[in-house]
């Protein structure tokens, strides 16, 4: 039995989760509605507020399926109710982050300043010129509108410049040695 997907997921009050034909689930709650369509060979139950997943055989993709079921559901419950966020850190001398409407204004060393528009439910924040917060309710989402911001100038093991997020660590070089003298 998968540890992860025999755990049952308690709905809070305020979450509506609704369970379509062929496992298409949609999850409603404060932070805005999320709806996906799950294996079709996974049994969820949902019963006095309590979801649950089950798998109808003991085969190795069911198994693998199981865990990764639950933990999907699970990631939908939580991002309507509390939601989701990343924090981006940006180093280095002259870059920095300003919003300007909608769009994300970053000034990244480039002869040009770099713009990026965010998809539909997810907010940026920009706190101080250093510093980005992204904001969803989808995991997905919210790890892959960060994960394209950082690639816009990936932080370099020498200096350090570039975007990172604020919990990675960057692993330093040392610098050129210097030339020999004859």
Same mark, same amino acid.
């Given at each position: 039995m998968?540890?992860? &997907?025999?755990m049952p997921?308690?709905v809070?009050?305020?979450?509506?989760? %609704?369970?379509?034909?062929?496992? @298409?689930?949609?999850? $409603?709650?404060? %932070?805005g509605? *999320?709806?996906?369509?799950?294996?079709?060979?996974?049994?969820?139950?949902?019963?006095n507020?309590?979801?649950?997943?089950?798998?109808?055989?003991?085969? /190795? +993709?069911? %198994?693998?399926?199981?865990?990764?079921?639950?933990?999907?559901?699970?990631? +939908?419950v939580?991002?309507?109710?509390?939601?989701? !966020? /990343?924090?981006?850190?940006?180093?280095?001398?002259?870059?920095?982050? !300003?919003?300007?409407?909608?769009k994300l204004? *970053? &000034?990244?060393?480039? =002869?040009?300043?770099? @713009?990026?528009?965010?998809? @539909?439910?997810?907010t940026?924040?920009?706190? =101080?010129?250093?510093?980005?917060?992204?904001k969803?309710?989808? $995991?997905?989402?919210?790890g892959?509108?960060?994960?394209?911001?950082? @690639?816009?100038?990936?932080?370099?093991?020498?200096?350090?410049?570039?975007?990172?997020?604020?919990?990675?660590?960057?692993?330093?070089?040392?610098? $050129?040695?210097?030339? /020999? $003298?004859?």
């Amino acid at each position: 039995m998968s540890r992860i &997907g025999r755990m049952p997921i308690t709905v809070p009050s305020g979450v509506d989760v %609704k369970i379509g034909e062929g496992n @298409e689930v949609t999850v $409603k709650g404060p %932070k805005g509605t *999320l709806s996906r369509k799950l294996h079709s060979d996974m049994i969820l139950k949902l019963e006095n507020g309590v979801l649950t997943v089950e798998r109808p055989s003991e085969d /190795k +993709m069911h %198994k693998s399926l199981h865990g990764l079921t639950r933990t999907l559901l699970n990631n +939908m419950v939580i991002g309507v109710t509390d939601g989701f !966020q /990343k924090e981006l850190e940006i180093n280095g001398v002259g870059y920095r982050a !300003q919003m300007q409407g909608k769009k994300l204004v *970053l &000034g990244l060393g480039y =002869s040009h300043p770099v @713009e990026y528009e965010a998809v @539909e439910g997810i907010t940026i924040e920009v706190p =101080s010129p250093n510093q980005i917060i992204v904001k969803g309710a989808s $995991k997905e989402l919210v790890g892959e509108t960060a994960a394209k911001i950082r @690639e816009y100038r990936l932080p370099e093991p020498y200096k350090g410049k570039g975007i990172k997020y604020v919990d990675e660590h960057i692993r330093r070089k040392e610098g $050129k040695a210097g030339a /020999k $003298k004859k």
